[in-house]
């Protein structure tokens, strides 16, 4: 267990601890309370029922407080009535307040489960929340160290290198530029995974256009490895933010031509499914292990063939932001994949009316 989690768990525990005993507080003072007002109320309902005679008869009133002498009727059935009433009363009042005890005792042992129990719904989102965040933060130091490291040794030792050739030195540069770059994409990738959506304008938008456009740019990569590109584009309009899922599909179709061996094609279709929009991006790659498949959404994670085959492009963040960014557009994002087969990433979203 890290340090990192070590604090997590003790904050947790701590807060856990505090939030559950307010709220046992809240449940006791609600239960004393009401039990205060009960015997309060039941006490004096009491005494007016047992001092009150029916209407229909002469009134005769007991007095039943002992410290007064007795004022009314002075024979001692009268009197012996009267005690055996004041007995009565005292006995009733001590079982009521035995069983408010009773279920007070009852509420305190329920309340110490179920104030727990709630303090660990209360905290659950909140502390995943912040798990995430740390994460996110270790992540992302871990993944900005190493081309920093790797950028500063080389430029230290070049630096204090006094037979350094002109060549060498213009190589070393060019490498220092080329980390710079990759340091460049990490941290906009972050920035935008880091992004809560709220910049988003959504509005009807044309999926051939926004594919069409994702296409061009991409068209150059994937002639220079001999892939064709064959669209089946239906006339469907989604309700999404279009800058969004520009992005989205270009990461996806860079992602099926970076994958795809040479001389391959790649397709990629539109369908209206009921209330949706499915589109596809389907390669002839060499498809997602089932190891790898439930993680290829998180950040920076890379299958082994991505890292050695095809290292220099790409840092995993890809997905995670494709995912998060269909995400905040009311979609979803799925993926099939067969080992030495290809992949299938299908995007859905809400159609246009
Ligand atoms: P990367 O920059 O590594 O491509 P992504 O987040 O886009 O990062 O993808 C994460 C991982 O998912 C990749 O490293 C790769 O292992 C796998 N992957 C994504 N798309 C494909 C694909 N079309 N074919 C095979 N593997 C893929």
Same mark, same amino acid.
């Given at each position: 267990?890290?340090?990192?989690?070590?604090?997590?768990?003790?904050?947790?525990?701590?807060?856990?601890?505090? %939030?559950? !005993?307010?709220?046992?507080?809240? #449940? /006791?003072?609600? &239960?004393?309370?009401?039990?205060?007002?009960?015997? @309060?109320? =039941?006490?004096?309902?009491?005494?007016?029922?047992?001092?009150?005679?029916?209407?229909?008869?002469?009134?005769?009133?007991?007095?039943?407080?002992?410290?007064?002498?007795?004022?009314?009727?002075?024979?001692?059935?009268?009197?012996?009535?009267?005690?055996?009433?004041?007995?009565?009363?005292?006995?009733?009042?001590?079982?009521?307040?035995?069983?408010?005890?009773?279920?007070?005792?009852?509420?305190?042992?329920?309340?110490?489960?179920?104030?727990?129990?709630?303090?660990?719904?209360?905290?659950?989102?909140?502390?995943?929340?912040?798990?995430?965040?740390?994460?996110?933060?270790?992540?992302?130091?871990?993944?900005?160290?190493?081309?920093?490291?790797?950028?500063?040794?080389?430029?230290?030792?070049?630096?204090?290198?006094?037979? %350094?050739? !002109?060549?060498?030195?213009?190589? #070393? /540069?060019?490498? &220092?530029?080329?980390?710079?770059?990759?340091?460049? @994409?990490? =941290?906009?990738?972050?920035?935008?995974?880091?992004?809560?959506?709220?910049?988003?304008?959504?509005?009807?938008?044309?999926?051939?256009?926004?594919?069409?456009?994702?296409?061009?740019?991409?068209?150059?990569?994937?002639?220079?490895?001999?892939?064709?590109?064959?669209?089946?584009?239906?006339?469907?309009?989604?309700?999404?933010?279009?800058?969004?899922?520009?992005?989205?599909?270009?990461?996806?179709?860079?992602?099926?031509?970076?994958?795809?061996?040479?001389?391959?094609?790649?397709?990629?279709?539109?369908?209206?499914?009921?209330?949706?929009?499915?589109?596809?991006?389907?390669?002839?790659?060499?498809?997602?292990?089932?190891?790898?498949?439930?993680?290829?959404?998180?950040?920076?994670?890379?299958?082994?063939?991505?890292?050695?085959?095809?290292?220099?492009?790409?840092?995993?963040?890809?997905?995670?932001?494709?995912?998060?960014?269909?995400?905040?557009?009311?979609?979803?994002?799925?993926?099939?994949?067969?080992?030495?087969?290809?992949?299938?990433?299908?995007?859905?979203?809400?159609?246009?009316?």
């Amino acid at each position: 267990m890290t340090k990192m989690h070590k604090l997590l768990v003790l904050i947790h525990k701590g807060n856990t601890l505090r %939030l559950a !005993l307010s709220y046992l507080a809240i #449940i /006791m003072v609600l &239960s004393a309370s009401f039990s205060v007002i009960f015997y @309060q109320t =039941s006490s004096t309902g009491l005494h007016l029922q047992f001092t009150s005679t029916p209407t229909s008869e002469p009134r005769r009133v007991l007095i039943l407080d002992s410290a007064q002498p007795l004022q009314t009727g002075h024979d001692e059935a009268l009197d012996s009535i009267n005690s055996q009433l004041q007995r009565s009363i005292h006995d009733i009042r001590k079982q009521l307040l035995q069983r408010l005890i009773m279920i007070n005792a009852g509420v305190l042992a329920t309340g110490v489960l179920f104030s727990f129990y709630l303090a660990r719904k209360t905290l659950a989102p909140i502390e995943a929340a912040m798990e995430a965040q740390s994460r996110f933060s270790s992540d992302a130091s871990h993944e900005l160290r190493t081309p920093i490291t790797a950028l500063r040794v080389r430029n230290e030792v070049a630096l204090y290198n006094p037979d %350094l050739k !002109l060549d060498d030195a213009k190589t #070393i /540069m060019q490498d &220092s530029i080329d980390q710079a770059i990759k340091l460049e @994409q990490i =941290s906009e990738g972050l920035l935008r995974l880091s992004q809560n959506g709220q910049m988003l304008t959504k509005a009807p938008v044309t999926i051939e256009a926004v594919t069409n456009e994702a296409v061009r740019q991409l068209q150059e990569m994937a002639q220079a490895k001999d892939i064709t590109i064959h669209q089946v584009m239906p006339n469907i309009t989604v309700i999404a933010d279009l800058q969004s899922l520009a992005q989205v599909l270009t990461i996806l179709i860079d992602n099926a031509v970076k994958y795809s061996p040479k001389n391959s094609t790649i397709y990629i279709e539109g369908e209206s499914e009921g209330r949706y929009a499915l589109l596809r991006i389907r390669d002839h790659g060499p498809g997602i292990g089932s190891a790898d498949l439930p993680h290829i959404f998180d950040r920076f994670y890379r299958a082994d063939y991505a890292r050695t085959k095809h290292g220099k492009h790409g840092y995993g963040l890809g997905l995670a932001i494709a995912q998060k960014l269909i995400e905040q557009n009311d979609g979803k994002i799925t993926v099939t994949s067969v080992v030495g087969q290809g992949s299938t990433f299908t995007v859905r979203l809400p159609l246009a009316s």
